[in-house]
């Protein structure tokens, strides 16, 4: 056996093992990128479709519409893709494959928002995409209004949330809340805001723009409150027009 | 005849009690404390740690002639992270939804000291075999705390056990929540985490007195 104490044996063994591990990781992620690109776009859809309610969901959990259906679901509920850039409305059929924190970063006048307009059951759903941080890391997700600015549905997600707290954002029981909520204060735009004191855990009175938030997951639900308020403000002086 | 030697169930076994890495060689607190507030949190952790401390061992113990001692922790680190990121990208490729559930715990099992400890006190001096046992024996030691921790923390802050309403609903006031009970909020945040752990050493050492080290 060789003398692995020798500094040339340590720096070529450091350099050997760099290259390889390096090469395995390189090989794994682009064998299996298109895999995880084509995974990540069904999620978006199934995301977009989970906020306007078209969803597999049972008792309690949050179920989608399963990966080999949500496509032609998807074609079917989503009537319209839009961009909103530099005050003009423009189609655009892959509007949802838009990356809304790389658009957020941008200058205004070279931000691209997409926006989804759905319709079930002869309703008409206006699907904006959020995107915010949390406690630890991003949080996104959708909100569904109709053509009143209630809250039809919500969608969140996160990265890095801490489990059994800030990671219940994605429960059913804390978006179910939003459901009728509206963003609306009068003729101001109020947004919703997760609040803290209990005053209303059944969440009955829907036109206070409060929903109850989780315990011990404060930060996580500012940055909720934060992501719904700055967002879909950017798109309330186009909503007016885009209506039909 | 035996499947295992004595030896090798000891290897599997001691780390499940006298020897659990978080309450006797103190190891893996940080994650015992951050990820217990579900018991369905711990269960994927536990499961998750198990495999990476298993592989892991294996592939320190048929590398541990060959590691040069000055970098040994770097060769370690580098074994476990690629490790961890080639099965989340596989998850993400074709399960993608597990993936999603377990992509918090990415980071936490890189940086949980239990696998390095392993694999510097164990794996870089004992063979494939035996380290395979080691890192599973650890790897459940280390599960069993956080499940017990998991399911008190559940249970008495959030009043479920993997999401099911076991002691009523809060809300509607029915099961023991009719009689005036309520969730301690307290169970849910980190420092509860500790005073179980803390409870669990106490109940333990005090059952086994040779586990009380001597000043």
Known sequence: MANTDKNSYTLIFAVVMVLVVGALLAFTASSLKPRITENERFEKQQNILYAMGVNENVEGAVNFIPTNKVEAEFSKYIKEQLVIQNGEVKKDSSAYLINLKG??????SERKLPLFVGEKERKDYYIIPLYGKGLWDAIWGFVALDSEYVVQGVYFDHKGETPGLGANI???????????????NGTEYGGITVAKGNNDPLNERKNDGKVDAIAGATITGNGVTAMINSTVKLYIPYLKDIKL | MALLSKKDTG???DPLADNNPITIQVLGICSALAITAQLKASIVMAVSVMFVLAVGNVVISLMRNIIPSKIRIIVQLVVVAALVIIV????????????????VFVGLIIT???????FEAFALGNGPYRSFLDGIGNAAGYGLILIIVGFFRELLGSGTLLGFKVLGDPIAKTGLYAIGYENNGFMLLSPMALIVVGIIIWVQRSRNSALIEEN
């Open chain 1, 170 to 184: 994605k429960e059913r029981y804390f978006m179910d809340d939003f459901t009728g909520e509206e963003i609306m």
């Open chain 2, 11 to 13: 290897l599997l076994l």
């Open chain 2, 88 to 103: 989340d990208q596989v998850l993400k490729a074709f399960a993608y939804e597990l993936s999603k559930t377990l992509s």
């Open chain 2, 112 to 118: 949980n000291c239990i696998i390095m400890g392993r």
């Open chain 1, 103 to 108: 658009e957020l970063s941008k200058d205004i």
